[in-house]
T-cell receptor, first 116, second 118 residues
Framework: GAVVSQHPSRVICKSGTSVKIECRSL??????MFWYRQFPKQSLMLMAT?????????EQGVEKDKFLINHASLTLSTLTVTSAHPEDSSFYIC????????????FGPGTRLLVL | AQTVTQSQPEMSVQEAETVTLSCTYD???????LFWYKQPPSRQMILVIR??????QNATENRFSVNFQKAAKSFSLKISDSQLGDAAMYFC???????????????FGEGTQLTVNP
């Protein structure tokens, strides 16, 4: 159990366009989802915490107008990279946490974004 | 703020041997959870093992076990009978309890790249 999917797995776009990444919890309801960014050979950096039905909480230094997060249902959160630029190229990973105390975060397979 | 430190950027082990990956953390919170995640070349993050801080008994999952030293704030991962499929980046992670300031966010260490030699 506890499967999280992400779509797309890989996307290439032109500079200035917007890209939407979907994160879905397939077999559980996730009141909280998280979005991370990972550069090659580095650790995961938390970008924002997404709570169903409310505004996301962004980490310091993350532009909320650049990285739009919507958590409209208990199984779906989306990250939209607006007006993407080459420096936004990275690996984006989402995770979802089932409700309940002490529950583990389960991760999606990640999305590789390349902005040309 | 909580910090997690993995002092071994790279480790290697012979197949069938045992290896220990180190992790230390710093926190002022009393209730928390510790995790080891594995990230193979596919980059899918896979939970290896978790430990609740209030439990004195070290967690074990098949060939994976931890040595949790709460006073020393140390949380090492031991992999026994290493297999080629264990080769991956391993991340140690901290999560505070719901009522703690850090909430449900995970704080990751820098990672240890494990190579398994045949």
């Amino acid at each position: 159990g506890a499967v999280v999917s992400q779509h797309p797995s890989r996307v290439i776009c032109k500079s200035g366009t917007s890209v939407k990444i979907e994160c879905r919890s397939l077999d559980f309801q996730a009141t909280t989802m998280f979005w991370y960014r990972q550069f090659p050979k580095q650790s995961l950096m938390l970008m924002a915490t997404s709570n169903e039905g409310s505004k996301a909480t962004y980490e310091q230094g993350v532009e909320k107008d650049k990285f739009l997060i919507n958590h409209a249902s208990l199984t779906l959160s989306t990250l939209t990279v607006t007006s993407a630029h080459p420096e936004d190229s990275s690996f984006y990973i989402c995770s979802a946490r089932p409700p309940g105390l002490g529950e583990t975060q389960y991760f999606g397979p990640g999305t590789r974004l390349l902005v040309l | 703020a909580q910090t997690v430190t993995q002092s071994q950027p790279e480790m290697s082990v012979q197949e069938a041997e045992t290896v220990t990956l180190s992790c230390t953390y710093d926190t002022s919170e009393s209730d928390y959870y510790l995790f080891w995640y594995k990230q193979p070349p596919s980059r899918q993050m896979i939970l290896v093992i978790r430990q609740e801080a209030y439990k004195q008994q070290n967690a074990t999952e098949n060939r994976f076990s931890v040595n949790f030293q709460k006073a020393a704030k140390s949380f090492s991962l031991k992999i026994s009978d290493s297999q080629l499929g264990d080769a991956a980046m391993y991340f140690c992670a901290y999560r505070g309890d719901e009522g703690e300031t850090s909430g449900s966010r995970l704080t990751f260490g820098e990672g240890t790249q494990l190579t398994v030699n045949p």
